[in-house]
């Protein structure tokens, strides 16, 4: 039997959530789900999400998670041709839908940057590049906060990539 699509996104959610609240990396979190569920990339790409934790680098700016659901946006819609690019639809239609996302993102957070949904979500942000910062921020009563944020990021994803059509 065939799993309906509201299934899959769900899982896809709840994967993202818990390896986020398992301290993966709010990135890799997403593209992780994204791969279970969806068959998209490879064990690489999600290594190679690592940095993009903590808004890159732990930076606080572009939400890593958010960055994973674009990422995995490219993986079922861009091209793998380097050449012509802009006329070939996969690549027009991961550009729309991951603008898409960071649209209804930023209708669910109120922010795309890290820090500023820190801040919208506990009323202050952490230095993540610091080591007492990052420490007191990975406490459960605020780091699993980001469990939220990264299911709902992937979530969104999810319902783009299997819904496109409908977009």
Known sequence: MREKKEDIILKVKQTAAEDERAITGCARSVLHALHEHLGLGNEEVIRGAVPFAGGVARSGNMCGALIGGIIGIGLAFAPSTLRGAMEIPGYVKSMDLAGILCD???????????????????????????????????RPEFHDKCGDVAGEAAMLAAELILNYDDV
Not at 111 to 138: T, V
């Open 104 to 138: 209804r993102f930023k209708e669910k957070f109120g922010a795309l940057n890290c820090r500023e949904i820190q801040s919208l979500m506990w009323g202050r942000s952490w230095n993540l590049r610091d080591p007492h910062d990052r420490e007191d921020f990975l």
